[in-house]
Structures are given as structure tokens and as C-alpha cells.
């Protein structure tokens, strides 16, 4: 996914079916600054912004795309969206293009306590293996999109030896847009 003007650094969406594709919204960007482009199937497609939301708010954008430029294989598939709610350990899988890992879903107690409450919970373990803003995650055992990578989350932990240090910044977990924000976020006005 690139936005336009164009990145330098690689943004991530999944593709739901029928030209749909749903990303974060901070990977899109504004769309008053033009519509980005989808690299899908070897093919660098433009899109239009179907609804945008915001980053602090709900982080996604949905994407359409004209299926037509798709190959036939593509342009059939349709990506069911979970309709189960994650549960603290629970295993998943999360995809980019470059590759596929493994983690599970942490309980939001996971967070410091200024953190919980409500906003982030729903998280996944493996911060460093797991892609990143827009990469899908999906339950293996049934197919389907739990949710979208939107940020990482760290603290900051300051050196005991040197207090006056700048604090070290630690990744403790990912959050994703569970599915069923996805779904009220995508259904039709």
C-alpha cells in the first residue's frame, strides 16, 4: 500500500473481496492528499477511500480497488470477518506479504495500569515478529479476520544505574482493531 505521494516505507492492508481492502488508517494517510495505490498480485492498483477513519479514534481505512485489474483467482476471494470476540491466550496468525507468524492474543492486564481500561484491548504477543500497521490478524482455526495491526505498544523503563538517562523505550505489545469494530466501521451508512 502506498499513499500519494508515495512512502518510503511499505504499508500493509488485506484484501477483503469484491475490490475491497481494509488498512489502518495512518497507513493510508489523509485522502484529502490524494488516493493512494495497492501493490496486490504483483500489480500496483490505484484506490479510491470507500470511509476513512482516524488514528486516535477508529485506525482504519476501507479501500476499493477495480477487481477487473485483479487476476480471476484474486478478484473471487471474499475474507470472512470473525464474528467471535479474541480471548486472552487464544492462538493467531498475522500476515504481510513478506511472511507469516505466529502469536497469541494477551489479556489488556498485560498493559500498565494507565493503559487498560477500555481503549487497547486487544492485543497480541511477539511484537517483534508479528508485521506491522495494517498486517491482518486472523484465527487459525477458523479462517477469518480478527482484526488489523494499528500500533505498538511500549513504556518506558529508565535505567536503574542512571536515573537521570533518557528512558529506553520497551515493546511490551501490538494492538489491533478487533472485528467487530471492522464490521461496524465497514457497514454501509
Known amino acids: 500500500m502506498f499513499r500519494n505521494p508515495r512512502q518510503s516505507w511499505p504499508g500493509y492492508g488485506i484484501y477483503l473481496g469484491d475490490g475491497l ?21 504483483g500489480r500496483t492498483v490505484e484506490a479510491k477511500v470507500v470511509k476513512e477513519g ?3 479514534t ?3 481505512t476501507l479501500l476499493r480497488i477495480d477487481v477487473r485489474q485483479l487476476p480471476p483467482s484474486l478478484g473471487l476471494r471474499l475474507m470472512p470477518i470473525c464474528r467471535t470476540p479474541p480471548r486472552a491466550g487464544q492462538a493467531v496468525i498475522v ?9 497469541h492474543v494477551l489479556s489488556p492486564k498485560a498493559l500498565p495500569a494507565d493503559l487498560q481500561g477500555g481503549r487497547f484491548d486487544t492485543l497480541i504477543a511477539d511484537v517483534a515478529t508479528t508485521g ?13 479476520l480478527m482484526g488489523i495491526v494499528s500500533r505498538k505498544i511500549q513504556v518506558a523503563a529508565t535505567p536503574r544505574r542512571d536515573p537521570g538517562a533518557k528512558p529506553k523505550m520497551i515493546d511490551i505489545a501490538k494492538y489491533f482493531v478487533p ?11
Open 95 to 103: 500476515v504481510t506479504p513478506q511472511a507469516v507468524s505466529t502469536s
Open 21 to 41: 481492502v481494509l488498512s489502518a488508517a495512518h497507513v493510508v494517510g489523509r485522502s484529502t492528499l490524494g488516493n493512494p495505490s495497492v501493490a496486490i498480485a
Open 179 to 189: 472485528a467487530q469494530q471492522i464490521l461496524q466501521f465497514i457497514k454501509p451508512d
Open 132 to 144: 506491522n500497521s495494517g498486517s491482518g490478524v486472523f484465527d487459525p482455526t477458523s479462517p477469518c
Open 54 to 56: 482516524e488514528f486516535e
Open 58 to 60: 477508529v485506525d482504519l
